[in-house]
Every structure is written in structure tokens, then in C-alpha cells.
Nanobody, 118 residues
Framework: VQLQASGGGLVQAGDSLRLSCAASARTFSNLIIGWFRQAPGKEREFVASLRWNPAIPKYAPDVQGRFTISRDYAKKTIYLQMNSLQPEDTAVYYC????????????WGQGTQVTVSS
């Protein structure tokens, strides 16, 4: 699967931002798309994931209730709607893909920078 992330930017605390991940794959039936982020000096961490079909979401505890992952089936695009952004959400955000039968994300898009100012 090929992935291309976009939508990052500079916002203020409390603002919202929506990231997009355009996907290209031979089949989507067993695909899971995840969002990860990496802040300066920190390890990459899981943010959210969505099984393509049925659309089953999962979230990291610190974004649950603020972030929403969704997909546009026709556009083959995964979205990460981020609300109530905080400075600690500042990071490079990546989308990644794996198949349902594997725990490893083996397809990665380029990152998109999200910066939240206080």
C-alpha cells in the first residue's frame, strides 16, 4: 500500500486540524491504517487506527475523545480530525498501513508537521 499524508500546520492551543492520508492499494478489504506521531526527542507513538472495512477505530488514551479517525471509502482516504489541540500534540504525524493478520505496520507515508502553540 502507498500512503500520502497531508494537512499539517501551525495552530494555537484549542484549535482543530484535520489530517488526510490518501491510500493506494490492490485491496483494502484486510487493511488497517494507523496514525502515529513523533515529537522531538521522543519515540514514535501510536495515535489511532482504523480497520478499513468494517470501519473499526482504535485510539491512544491521551487522544480519545479529542481525535476522530474516519475514512472516505470512495476517495480511499483516511482522516484524523484533531480537536482541542494542545502543545503536547506537537509532532510529525505519519500514516501507516498493515494487513489485518500482521501486527507490523510495513507501509509508511511521509510525515506531516503539526505544531500547536500555547
Amino acid at each position: 500500500v502507498q500512503l500520502q499524508a497531508s494537512g499539517g500546520g501551525l495552530v494555537q492551543a484549542g484549535d482543530s486540524l484535520r489530517l488526510s492520508c490518501a491510500a493506494s492499494a490492490r485491496t483494502f478489504s484486510n487493511l488497517i491504517i494507523g496514525w502515529f506521531r513523533q515529537a522531538p526527542g521522543k519515540e514514535r507513538e501510536f495515535v489511532a487506527s482504523l480497520r478499513w472495512n468494517p470501519a473499526i477505530p482504535k485510539y491512544a488514551p491521551d487522544v480519545q475523545g479529542r481525535f476522530t479517525i474516519s475514512r472516505d471509502y470512495a476517495k480511499k482516504t483516511i482522516y484524523l480530525q484533531m480537536n482541542s489541540l494542545q502543545p503536547e500534540d506537537t509532532a510529525v504525524y505519519y500514516c501507516a498501513g498493515r494487513i489485518l493478520a500482521s501486527d507490523e505496520y510495513n507501509s509508511w507515508g511521509q510525515g506531516t508537521q503539526v505544531t500547536v502553540s500555547s
